[in-house]
């Protein structure tokens, strides 16, 4: 692997979650990913109470976006934060919600972007594919960075702009 490979990339991780106490459990996923080898943490939003996207009949989720610099590569990245989640007792497709995409869950760790990456596998795709459409996701996203550029999309300022925000209240500071 080339030197330019193993350059340290940004990095936006999404956290979800809407069961058990999700504000103690995002609380707690933070420093976690503090820990992410040959990783440096940047920065969190602050968390934000939201209304449940695409299965609406459940309970609003508990929201935020941490910046990390890291030199592991999309999927190596992607297996960590899936090694966290099962820490937290996330069980994907079995969290309490049988097989139901965007159903419940304890915690949900996505990346939204990887530098300028794109990325199209059957186990990742990057930018995140449902990132310009979820004020959820852009709205603590914006916080961290004024503005930056969602490959293939645009601006993630002007992607916010065209959404529903109604509904998403900024909690405590992390």
Excluded: C
């Amino acid at each position: 692997m080339s030197r330019l490979q193993n350059a340290p990339v940004v990095a936006f991780i999404g956290l979800g979650g809407n069961l058990g106490d999700p504000l103690a459990t995002l609380r707690s996923a933070v420093p976690r990913l503090m820990t992410v080898p040959r990783s440096r943490f940047l920065g969190a939003s602050r968390f934000h109470r939201t209304p449940a996207w695409g299965e609406r009949d459940q309970a609003d989720f508990v929201n935020a976006v941490v910046a990390i610099e890291t030199a592991l590569a999309p999927k190596i990245l992607l297996d960590e934060l899936l090694g966290i989640e099962r820490q937290f007792g996330r069980q994907r497709g079995a969290d309490g919600s049988g097989n139901v995409r965007w159903g419940p869950r304890t915690l949900d760790l996505d990346i939204l972007l990887y530098g300028a990456i794109t990325l199209d596998t059957p186990s990742l795709k990057l930018p995140h594919p449902h990132l310009h459409e979820r004020a959820f996701a852009l709205v603590p996203l914006l916080e961290l960075v004024d503005d930056i550029d969602i490959p293939g999309q645009g601006s993630a300022r002007a992607a916010l702009a065209r959404l529903d925000r109604s509904g998403i209240q900024a909690l405590a500071e992390r």
